[in-house]
C-alpha cells in the first residue's frame, strides 16, 4: 500500500468539519510536548535553586495546573465527565492557589506612597514666598510688643 493511499485512508476515519480543530489540537499538543521537554531537561533542584520563592509557587502551581488539566483532558478521551469527578475539585483548588499568588504579585508591583516626599512636595506646592514674608513681620512685630521684663508663662513640664 503507498503513502498516498494510507494518508486517503485516514482522511476519510473523521469527518471533515473538525479538520481545523484537529490541527489546533495538534500544534497545541506540540507546544506543550516543547514547553515540558525544556521543563524536564533541567534537573528540578537546578531550576528551583534559581528561582525566588514566589517563582518557585508559581512553577509549582503550574505544574499541578498542567498535569491536572491532562488528566481532565484525559479522562474525556475515556468517556468520563471530569465535571463529575474529583479532577474538577483539584483544578479549583489550584486555581484559588494561582490568584492568590497573583495577589501577592500584583501587591508587589503596586506603587507605594513615600509618606515624606509626598508632604515634601506638598509643602513646596503650596509654598507662597509672599505669605511667609508676611509671617516674619507679624512675628516680629509680637515680639517688639512684648515688653522684655514680662515673665514669660512656663509650660508645664509634660511627663
Known amino acids: 500500500m503507498s503513502l498516498k493511499m494510507a494518508a486517503d485512508m485516514r482522511t476519510e476515519d473523521y469527518p471533515h468539519e473538525i479538520d481545523e480543530q484537529l490541527t489546533g489540537f495538534d500544534s497545541s499538543v506540540s507546544s506543550v510536548k516543547t514547553m515540558l521537554e525544556k521543563l524536564m531537561s533541567m534537573p528540578r533542584n537546578d531550576l528551583l535553586q534559581k528561582l525566588d520563592p514566589l517563582d518557585q509557587a508559581k512553577l509549582d502551581l503550574m505544574s499541578a495546573y498542567t498535569l491536572n488539566s491532562l488528566f481532565w483532558m484525559y479522562l474525556v478521551t475515556q468517556g468520563v465527565n471530569p465535571r463529575e469527578h474529583g479532577i474538577k475539585q483539584e483544578l479549583e483548588r489550584i486555581r484559588t492557589y494561582m490568584n ?11 506603587a507605594r506612597l513615600d509618606k515624606g516626599a509626598a508632604a515634601r512636595f506638598l509643602r513646596n506646592a503650596l509654598y507662597d514666598p509672599e505669605e511667609k514674608e508676611s509671617r516674619k513681620r507679624t512675628a516680629s512685630k509680637k515680639a517688639a510688643n512684648t515688653p522684655a521684663d514680662t515673665p514669660q508663662s512656663k509650660r508645664p513640664k509634660q511627663s
Open 100 to 110: 492568590r499568588v497573583k495577589e501577592i504579585t500584583d501587591k508587589k508591583k503596586a
